[in-house]
């Protein structure tokens, strides 16, 4: 199959070459709506095919249903599917979805559905504008007059250019025009060269988000590791300088084409479902700001896990280790260097014959391994392991490998049609592969995770790597000869569902290719083409429940490569196998906001990078940069030099500046994801985001920020000592510079030069925001966590600021007693007060306010005088040696 170009033509399109002829899918007849009835909260109806069949990628369904259902006033449910229900659908025990509330209705939701029986189209519209350019439109003179041009056909294809409800057994299309040039976001997960704001093809390009999972380090505009069919899009009236977004939701895993183009001279862009099977379930969230888009996602596909405190300290691996003695040389070094390590992991050097739950008996003894994790966790310290996917296979007779033994007792493994075990090829070799559909699937994966913590490596948390599920070779290729192959064999109904006749733009090629083969097996009857995309999101939540059971009480600690919608409740993610180039350090920051819009707020890249070696400089930046992101990890791969941030010393001190910051962020950062664990709020923000009229920002993403309060505006280029900002408010923002607290005197609505010598990131902090820090930031979390706070407050003009920090143990699973504290301060004072049953220990022993003018006379702390300090330049007063107990409330008052 050809790859796609986003070059001057628009799109390639996919060959039909299966079916030995060439078909034009505008002569697809759609579909007449009938015997509509009405429902509490909406209506159901059947369609019906409205001609003859096309059966251009399958067999036509000539009979369908329609469930329309007003969930709540902000969530609207299209589902469109077969009426025979033999099509697949994501099982309830995967994702469990809502639903519709008592009270919902069409006459109190934000959306209307609109429609036509004949041709079925239908098209959403907001109740508050309903003349407005529609949320989602099907109709047919709503889009493009022109079709979507074939481009570099390959023999026997055809342009995919009718826009009408195809609805086959291996092929589902659907077509929504979109406004010229529409602020699209999220579709994943992907590294796209166009940046976060994803091209729409309006001058030429466009993009095929292509849904398959698949293990490939990295590649630009490519499918990777993870599927999430969900977009945002925000729009700006510039009549009325009003901004709204609204979200789509596609829950499907089937292996898909979105298609975002602009055909030549229309005055339309559009967005294409181009799916191998299954069916067409779409939710509309309506918004309208873009925090509430991602909220209300939340609330349909649940809120993300809640994480550990320690999480949020600085992690450090490496594919290569050579020994226990070389990662206990690495963790001795850190400490000596200053540089805070809180969490040692290690990869696959760890493993014996690089099997899962194992340890070499030479380079990794059990009892030295045990030892220095005792050591590690003595010093408030942590260690993760990685867990591959596959699971090795007994090699002969005489080899005994229990996990492998145990699962094929318990009949856990995905099988190939003919009911044998499928066996790839991974790291040890031949492997099985979990069928997490299998009933004792979950309970034998938490047995082997337990059995290998109780023999002295007792992790803290796992490291879930390789499971979208990679294999090395294609197909079945270690079945006996006299087995079917994943190759060609098709499965039981004689439709071969390795070549599917719609070959998506998959990065390999052949849906088999560095994955488990399409017509492999699961229990219940499932195939490995419909449930593919799942198999990462169900490991996690397998694993997470096992933590809960080897780590009683304690909240399981997971990063995953493979997601998929809802994998947030189990786990976080990071950006995988990325590059040590510049290119790479700006597009972690896209990936970062594709992931809080997919409610997997902890996520993160590789810092200094993955494959290729590292540099002094690029390394020196991106140190920096991570520690202003949620999950910071220093990670490479095997071969490449070492880069420990210790190895330069421009590295080690730019850390050290960096985890300063990060480390007094902490209480900041933990009432960021306790919010979003709450209600799905991001806790990591692109900036229009925050300022949503702002259309300069629509497509920034070099500059992020942190909540509400903190700007982030990064070195993503070589050799540059300085970097350009958008300071976003267009002059009615106050920014303050971090470090010293200066007023920036920004550019309105355009690009501020910011001095950035090597070594500097430049942080800001808006106005009206109140900090709740870490006083005095130590080696560990822990011995940090257990130390004094400090509070920062920048006033707006009017000298308000607000803000909320929440307490508790940090670790409690589920999360016990809480406090919140609150700050709000005015022209002459703060208020402190807080609500919660946790007791807090720690002691507020300084308070810094930005923006205090005239300078005091004199300052009183819960009505008894205090010495302070006020610098004019900055408007700074700052009050030391205090011993504020926030259990209680307090007043500090100046005048």
């Known amino acids: ?64 249903t329609i469930q329309v259902t007003y969930e709540t006033q902000t969530r609207l449910h299209v589902n469109l599917f077969d009426t025979a229900n033999s099509q697949f659908t994501v099982p309830d025990s995967v994702i469990s979805l809502p639903g519709a509330s008592s009270s919902s209705s069409a006459n109190t939701s934000d959306l209307i559905f609109n429609y036509e029986a004949s041709p079925f189209e239908f098209w959403i519209t907001r109740r508050s504008d309903p003349d407005a350019f529609p949320l989602f439109d099907t109709r047919k003179a709503s889009l493009p007059a022109t079709p979507i041009p074939p481009v570099m056909k390959d023999d026997a294809s055809t342009a995919l250019d009718g826009f009408a409800l195809v609805f086959e057994d291996q092929y589902l299309q659907l077509t929504s025009a979109l406004p010229l040039d529409a602020n699209v976001y999220g579709l994943g997960e992907v590294v796209a060269t166009s940046g976060f704001r994803r091209d729409v093809g309006t001058n030429g390009g ?123 040389e690495v963790v001795r070094t850190m400490r000596e260097k200053g ?28 009892e030295q391994v045990a030892d220095f994790i005792r050591e590690l966790r003595e010093n408030n310290q942590h260690f993760i392991p990685i867990v591959d996917a596959g699971i090795a296979v007994e090699a002969n007779s005489s080899d005994v490998y229990v996990p492998y033994r145990k699962g094929t007792e318990l009949d856990v493994y995905i099988k190939n049609p003919d009911g044998s075990e499928y066996i790839g090829q991974v790291w040890p070799g031949f492997t099985v592969f979990a069928d997490w559909f299998a009933p004792n699937a ?30 090395f070779c294609e197909g079945s290729c270690g079945s006996s000869s006299r087995r079917k192959r994943g190759i060609g064999a098709g499965n039981q109904t004689g439709v071969d569902l390795n070549n599917p006749p719609y070959a998506i733009h998959n990065g390999f090629g052949r ?55 809802s994998a947030g409740k189990w786990t976080g993610h990071w950006l995988g196998d990325n590059f040590s180039r510049w290119s790479y350090l700006y597009y972690s920051i896209q990936g970062i906001l594709q992931f809080q819009l997919f409610q997997i707020p902890f996520v993160g890249a590789d810092t200094c990078g993955f494959n290729e070696n590292t540099s002094e400089e690029l390394c020196n930046r991106w140190m920096q940069l991570g520690a202003f992101t949620p999950f910071y990890r220093n990670h490479a791969e095997k071969g490449t030099i070492r880069q420990e941030p210790y190895l330069w010393e421009s590295v080690t001190e730019a850390s050290k500046v960096a985890m300063d910051v990060r480390y007094r962020m902490l209480p900041y950062w933990y009432t960021l994801f306790a919010n979003s664990s709450t209600d799905g709020t991001p806790p990591v923000r692109a900036l229009f985001w925050e300022f949503p009229e702002e259309q300069e920002l629509f497509a920034n993403d070099r500059q992020f920020l ?34 010293t607290h200066d007023v920036v005197n ?40 257990e130390g004094p706070f400090s509070l920062l407050i920048s006033q707006s003009a009017d000298g308000a600021a607000f803000g909320t920090a929440f307490l508790d143990d940090g670790i409690s699973d589920p999360p016990g007693p809480s406090t919140t504290v609150k700050f709000q301060a005015t022209k002459g004072g703060v208020d402190i007060a807080s609500q919660g049953e946790w007791n807090v220990t720690q002691k507020l022993v300084q308070v810094t306010i930005l923006g205090v003018a005239p300078a005091p006379g004199s300052v009183s702390v819960g009505g008894v005088s205090h010495n302070f300090t006020y610098t004019e330049a900055q408007q700074e007063l700052v009050l030391t040696d205090l011993d504020i107990d926030l259990n209680g409330g307090t007043q500090i008052v100046w005048e």
């Open 206 to 328: 466009g993009t095929i988000q292509t849904n398959w999972d698949r293990d490939d380090p990295d590649p630009t505009d490519e499918n990777i590791y993870g599927s999430h069919p969900i977009y945002m899009e925000h729009r700006f009236n510039n009549a009325t300088k009003v901004s709204q977004s609204h979200g789509v939701f596609l829950v499907s895993p089937a292996p898909a084409d979105i298609l975002l183009l602009t055909p030549p001279s229309s005055a339309t862009s559009l967005i294409q479902y181009r799916l191998i099977g299954g069916t067409i379930s779409l939710y509309f969230l309506s918004g309208p700001s873009p925090i509430s888009v991602t909220q209300q996602y939340a609330a349909l596909i649940g809120t993300p896990t809640w994480q550990p405190y320690w999480g949020f300290g600085f992690h450090l691996c490496r594919y290569g280790y050579k020994s226990i003695d070389d990662v206990r």
């Open 706 to 739: 942190i909540g509400r309060d903190i700007l982030v505006t990064p070195v993503l280029t070589e050799g540059a000592t300085t970097v350009d900002g958008t300071f976003p408010g267009r002059g009615n923002s106050i920014w303050r510079d971090w470090y």
């Open 511 to 565: 849906l088999g290719v560095h994955d488990i083969a399409p017509n492999a097996t699961h229990f219940g009857g499932y195939v490995e083409l419909d449930v593919h995309n799942l198999w990462g999101l169900m490991e996690a939540e397998a694993t997470h429940k096992a933590l809960q059971e080897i780590i009683p009480g304690q909240r399981p600690f997971i990063i995953s490569r493979s997601t998929f919608p």
């Open 1 to 64: 199959m050809l790859r796609p170009t986003f070059g001057s033509v628009v799109l390639l399109v996919a060959a039909c070459s299966a079916l030995g002829a060439s078909l034009n899918v505008s002569t697809c007849p759609g579909y007449t709506l009938s015997a509509l009835s009405e429902t509490q909260n909406g209506f159901t109806a059947h369609l019906d095919l409205a001609g003859p069949a096309c059966n251009a990628f399958g067999t036509d369904i000539a009979n369908l």
């Open 442 to 471: 979950a309970a034998w994966w938490a047995e082997a995770l337990k059995n290998w913590s109780q023999t002295g490596v007792e992790f803290s948390g796992i490291w879930l790597d390789m499971n979208e599920a990679d294999s």
């Open 339 to 366: 540089i805070p390590l809180e969490t040692q992991w290690t990869d696959i050097d760890l493993y014996h014959a690089y099997r899962d739950f194992t340890t070499d008996p030479v380079t990794w003894p059990l």
């Open 746 to 785: 920004a550019t309105i609505g355009g690009n501020t030069t910011l001095a950035a010598p090597l070594g500097h990131i430049p942080v800001h902090i808006r106005d009206g925001a109140a900090i709740l820090l870490h006083a005095a930031p130590a080696y560990s979390v822990e011995e940090t966590k």
